[in-house]
């Protein structure tokens, strides 16, 4: 089974055969997390790294923001694409899974660009600096606080940033999502940052689909 259950798996292999290669660190970082069992599908999928990592280069992104850290994938892909001052906040509340990650940071040479804070992502996003200037930021945590993250980023958002947010689609649960599920906490989501003036966003279906958002132009 292929990474993205929205794509026939032969179809995912054409794609990943054509990205860029994963490297044997990253690869030790997958099977590593593999092995904890289902949980593992928490991880992000190579393809939605890649494009996390072009999405740096892209913006010439400087301070990143990670709200969901997990076993690092993500933030190490992010990480490897800084420029040498670049830094990365990562927020998660689990030092257990985020132990495999400062593992892979210190064994990449990345540990002096990223910054984990343990706790609440709400309480950490509220204590940025009040000119911090996001020029990339990650959703992939708890569905339900989504909308509070990302209200928190918007006002941060430097004149190129972009939020990105993990799991638009929940694995296609959002056509019928059950009253206080994840997938209905996704679908408001999406409701809110369409609705919302400040911004522009639009879904991309990468991985279990990502929404990118962006200030909108005046």
């Known amino acids: ?32 997390t593999a092995a904890l069992g289902p949980i593992h599908r928490m991880q992000l999928g190579v393809d939605q790294a890649a494009f996390l990592a072009f999405l740096v280069g892209l913006l010439g992104a400087k301070f990143v923001v990670e709200v969901g850290t997990f076993t690092g994938l993500s933030s190490l892909a992010m990480a490897r694409a800084l420029p040498e001052s670049g830094r990365i906040l990562c927020c998660d509340i689990s030092e257990e899974y985020t132990n495999m990650a400062r593992r892979y940071w210190d064994r990449a040479g990345l540990s002096d660009r990223i910054t984990l804070e343990l706790g609440p992502a709400a309480e950490t996003l509220a204590a940025l600096a009040p000119d911090q200037r996001v020029d990339l930021a990650l959703l992939d945590a708890n569905k339900e606080g989504y909308i509070g993250y990302y209200d928190a980023l918007v006002p941060r958002l430097s004149p190129q940033g972009v939020i990105v947010a993990d799991n638009i689609f929940m694995g296609g649960r959002v056509v019928d999502a059950e009253s206080g599920s994840n997938a209905e906490a996704m679908v408001a989501f999406a409701e809110h940052v369409q609705a919302d003036p400040r911004t522009e966003t639009v879904i991309i279906p990468i991985g279990d689909g990502f929404t990118l958002s962006r200030l909108a132009p005046d």
Do not use: F, G, K, R
């Open 1 to 32: 089974m292929s990474q993205n259950e929205h794509l026939p798996e032969a179809i995912y292999d054409y794609l990943l055969s054509h990205n860029p290669p994963v490297d044997a660190l990253t690869q030790e970082l997958i099977d590593e």
